[in-house]
């Protein structure tokens, strides 16, 4: 790039600062090797020593320049999700919702918005198996007109979890153990003792264990929100709602024996040559809706609880609406800089999507952005990938920081009358569209109860078919076997008893461990036990579930006369 006659900072600003996508696209035959402020090297393996058989020179900058980027080249790698390939691609609107949701990109037959995905495996570390057992992340950045939305979900409609305390708990009993520093692999004791306590996880479990825990990479897998949301529209009515992201290749599964003969990098190596050969992958984006008074009626006709994570909503009850489509077209030109510090953010939600009481939900919206800030800097949005891009110029009163980019000029970092910064009107009404909640603090713990069987339940009797019956058995054996305490089996058996005694006849067999009689007798350290036949053994490792109602009749669903003041 010609230098130009400009000598002013802002001459230097606009050639250097606006040639991101030059740089982005040039070759190295287009750039001249240099050290990090601009001077020209001869060669870049040259040191400064004395003589010709002496120590280093410390005036050597090229080489300390080299050595020092290099020893900071990693960035903290991601807690979970941390192995993970992505794309770039556009949303398209195909059947507009105005009546659902005053959301821009939902607004107009054909309106496009540019968007970035990232799909990850969940527990293991950045060098891990593609091929691995284990959820799927599956993260789409819509950068609409209004902001940027991120769909912050997996490829599974439940998870583990509802209690939004448990996750880093439930995470570290995915890693690596303390100790031993083994993999559940080779070691699955720390896994199966938090699920066998925390039996609301059964379902979970189940899809993990079945067909659907090894997708045959990432094109060929479904995308889930899994958490309700809200949609507003313009005249501020809203429902509940539930995303679902569906794959136009359909879906494919690999088994355990297969996986092993996969390259480690396989979803990776399948998503990027698609892209490149012109199969760009395609999802359908569907929403499933429900009004309040449908909600309450729900938690107390079919005990489904639209803020449970591990419950779902019938779909013959509550069926999708079509709403678009995303394809994914682009590969990254650079990983590192596209998707490695991609940051998603639940919280990022254009006006006429809400979230929802959903627990799980509501503390992801605090930890998602906390961890960027402290894995990328304070200033993580500042990258070219993590920008939005709206209809109008936006600005703030953020300021400063490490690494800022954009810090917004002479502009006031204050609310200033002497030159102040627009406002646009509020588009929905917050005391009509967030719940009144009036009450005393209380001490929240799920309990399990018989309704959390029912979906894992018709799973097992009419979703699979025998023969993936018999890989379910056969895949939740081979991990018991590497499990040290036989006493976690047991009571593993008896949570799959409680879904069907056939599961637990069959793992019996195939393990040679005979399994509890149901979970009426057993007491948990996570979970409340409200199928506990005696009442000492119903509270979660024995606290005081009186003080701070701790156990609730409505296990934290919304309850008949919850949304008071709507009649839908």
């Not at 120590?55 to 290099?70: E, T």
């Not at 190596?269 to 429900?290: C, H, N």
């Not at 019996?508 to 149901?518: F, L, R």
Request: hydrophobic share 35%; glycine share 8%.
């Amino acid at each position: 790039m010609a230098p130009s006659a400009d000598t002013s900072f802002a001459g230097h600003v606009q050639q250097r600062f606006s040639s991101y996508e030059q740089d982005r696209q040039a070759t190295s035959k287009d750039v001249l090797y240099a050290t990090s402020n601009g001077v020209p090297m001869p060669h870049p393996y040259e040191t400064q020593r004395v003589g010709e058989n002496g120590p280093l020179l410390l005036q050597d900058f090229h080489l300390v320049d080299l050595l020092s980027h290099f020893d900071r080249e990693r960035i903290p790698e991601r807690v979970v999700h941390a192995k993970g390939s992505g794309a770039h691609g556009f949303f398209e609107c195909t059947d507009p919702m105005p009546d659902l949701s005053l959301a821009d990109v939902f607004s107009t037959k054909g309106k496009k918005c540019p968007i970035s995905v990232r799909f990850s495996t969940v527990g293991g570390e950045s060098g891990s198996h593609d091929c691995a057992r284990d959820p799927r992340g599956f993260s789409v950045k819509f950068r609409t007109d209004d902001g940027n939305w991120d769909m912050v979900a997996n490829n599974t409609p439940v998870f583990f979890l509802r209690d939004p305390a448990k996750f880093p708990h439930f995470i570290h009993t995915q890693k690596r153990d303390p100790s031993t520093h083994l993999t559940h692999a080779d070691d699955s004791t720390m896994f199966w003792d938090y699920l066998c306590n925390n039996p609301e996880s059964v379902h979970q479990v189940m899809i993990l264990m079945g067909d659907r825990g090894i997708p045959d990479g990432y094109r060929f897998m479904h995308g889930y929100a899994g958490h309700t949301l809200k949609l507003v529209n313009k005249d501020g009515d809203w429902v509940y709602g539930q995303m679902h992201m569906k794959s136009l290749q359909g879906t494919k599964f690999i088994t355990t024996e297969d996986s092993a003969s996969k390259s480690p990098d396989y979803s990776q190596k399948d998503l990027y040559e698609a892209i490149q050969r012109g199969d760009f992958p395609k999802w359908s984006v569907e929403w499933q809706t429900m009004t309040p008074k449908q909600a309450e009626e729900v938690w107390e006709t079919q005990k489904i609880n639209i803020f449970d994570l591990t419950h779902v909503w019938p779909q013959d009850q509550f069926p999708r609406r079509k709403v678009g489509e995303f394809t994914l077209n682009e590969n990254a030109i650079n990983y590192f800089a596209e998707i490695e510090q991609i940051a998603f953010n639940p919280a990022h939600m254009p006006p006429g999507i809400e979230p929802s009481a959903d627990p799980v939900l509501q503390s992801r919206l605090f930890s998602y952005p906390d961890t960027h800030r402290h894995r990328i800097g304070v200033n993580y949005q500042q990258l070219p990938v993590n920008t939005s891009k709206t209809s109008y110029q936006f600005g703030n009163f953020q300021r400063d920081g490490q690494m800022a980019f954009w810090n917004q000029g002479a502009r006031p970092n204050y609310l200033s009358s002497i030159d102040p910064i627009k406002f646009r009107a509020r588009s929905t009404d917050l005391d009509k569209t967030h719940g009144h909640f009036i009450g005393e603090a209380v001490s929240f713990l799920s309990e399990i109860r018989p309704e959390d069987f029912n979906a894992p339940r018709a799973l097992w009797q009419k979703v699979w078919d025998e023969p993936a019956r018999e890989r379910f058995i056969n895949n939740v054996a081979g991990k018991m076997e590497v499990c040290k305490e036989k006493e976690f089996i047991k009571r593993q058996i008896a949570i799959f008893r409680e879904v069907d005694n056939e599961i637990a006849v069959r793992l019996e067999k195939a393990t040679g461990i005979k399994g509890y009689d149901g979970i009426s007798n057993l007491s948990f350290n996570g979970t409340h036990n409200g199928m506990a036949k005696d009442d000492s053994l119903r509270a979660a490792n024995g606290v005081s579930a009186t003080r701070g109602k701790s156990i609730t009749d409505n296990n934290g669903a919304p309850a008949k006369g919850t949304h008071k003041g709507l009649n839908n």
